[in-house]
């Protein structure tokens, strides 16, 4: 069974620029969660998709968005870029919301702010 | 959702099995013990979850305590594989809090 696949995997922008970021969850998982890792704040929650809804929200600013189409792939994007953004960012699936099942992450996209 | 502690890092020599320790003492009855880890430039890697009953599966065992305020992660013959970021996550029941939040988990290192 193919894991969660997030492309690309590495991406280099320049400040003010924006981007997009694709996550193809497990076959049959249906919430997708975004996550941001950087060395000083570590893995930090971004949002959580389910059944194209935004369900759950972190602490980060409107340039960060998400959506979820039908077949549960994710795209993250995030605009106006700054230095601060330069990450791993890792999506996670999971079969549903429930704290009973586990959520799987991709190898993640790390991104470069020039 | 309640926060956890670990040590910051351990060691243990390979073939031998390593005990990663982690205390949750103010998790609710609801709420779940996950551990994860992970491997320099990969994502967290899903090891055991649990509830209340010690759980084990083709990774790792997973005992948490009678009182559930701690709990340890075994893994039974490490290998210089195993060397990772462990992190020991305690999980809200609610869908609106089933977010998983990391701490700075504990580095373990497997020697030769």
């Known amino acids: 069974k193919a894991g969660v696949t997030q492309t690309p995997r590495y991406l280099i922008k320049t400040r003010g620029q924006q981007v997009t970021l694709s996550c193809s969850p497990i076959?049959?998982?249906?919430?997708v969660s975004w996550y941001q890792q950087t060395p000083g704040q570590g893995l930090q929650f971004l949002f959580e998709?389910?059944?194209?809804?935004?369900?759950n929200k972190g602490n980060f600013p409107g340039r960060f968005s998400g959506r979820q189409f039908s077949n549960s792939r994710s795209e993250m994007n995030v605009s106006t870029l700054e230095l601060g953004d330069s990450a791993l960012y890792l999506c996670?699936?999971?079969?549903?919301?429930?704290?009973?099942?586990?959520?799987?992450f991709g190898d993640g996209t790390r991104l470069s702010i020039l | 959702d309640a926060k956890t502690t670990q040590p910051t890092s351990m060691d243990c020599a390979e073939g031998r099995a390593a005990n990663l320790p982690c205390n949750h003492s103010t998790i609710s009855g609801n709420e779940y013990v996950y551990w994860y880890r992970q491997i320099h430039s990969q994502g967290p890697q899903y090891i055991i979850h649990?509830?209340?009953n010690n759980e084990t599966n083709e990774m790792a065992s997973l005992i948490i305590t009678e009182d559930r305020k701690s709990s340890t992660l075994i893994l039974p013959h490490a290998t210089l594989r195993d060397t990772a970021v462990y992190y020991c996550i305690v999980r809200a029941f609610t869908g609106a809090n089933s977010k998983l939040t990391f701490g700075k988990g504990i580095t373990l290192s497997v020697r030769p």
């Open positions: 996670a699936s999971s079969l549903g919301q429930s704290s009973n099942q586990p959520q799987h």
């Open positions: 649990g509830l209340k």
């Open positions: 998709y389910f059944s194209e809804t935004q369900r």
């Open positions: 076959s049959g998982h249906r919430s």
